[in-house]
């Protein structure tokens, strides 16, 4: 199954968006510095096309974040109904934190596309005694003879090596 490429510059602006209309109103402070702090990687994952590293560090970002905001919405968000614009402003806030994971999926493909091979392992590890795979030492084939051993042609000179 092919995954479409979303462009990573598409989704930071998207969360860029939606937290600068979920900050407007009723929000601490600290929803804005923390997730305006993670857009601040994604820009470092934009400008560094070939950076493993920004990329791992713009997901984990995002997963964090995800936890941060769910925080700020149990502690923050009122019983009262809101006036008009921090309703919207609530409702942005909450559209942000819906569309983050779906965010760290695709974030998380591009970080393999860039060679990240951060492998998640939710099961226990196994050690697997497949020996099939190991050659004994007990055994010599004829290309490892010691009249062969520098991989040479039967018929050359001694003195030209073959490369």
Known sequence: ???????????????????????????????????????????WAIAQRDSIDAVLMFLMGMAVTILIDIVHFGII???YPLVAAASFSAGMAILNLLLKPVSCFFVYQMYRE??????????????????????????????????NSFNQA???????RTY
């Open 1 to 43: 199954m092919e995954i479409p490429a979303i462009n990573l510059k598409a989704i930071v602006l998207a969360h860029w968006l939606l937290t600068v209309w979920g900050s407007m109103s009723y929000l601490p402070s600290s929803y804005a510095w923390g997730n305006f702090s993670v857009l601040a990687v994604g820009v």
């Open 77 to 79: 968000y009122p019983r």
């Open 114 to 147: 860039r060679g990240g091979d951060y492998n998640i392992n939710f099961g226990f590890p196994s050690v697997s005694r497949n020996r099939d795979a190991y050659q004994s030492i007990d055994q010599q084939d004829e290309s490892s003879s010691p009249t």
């Open 154 to 160: 039967k018929d050359t000179k001694p003195g030209v």
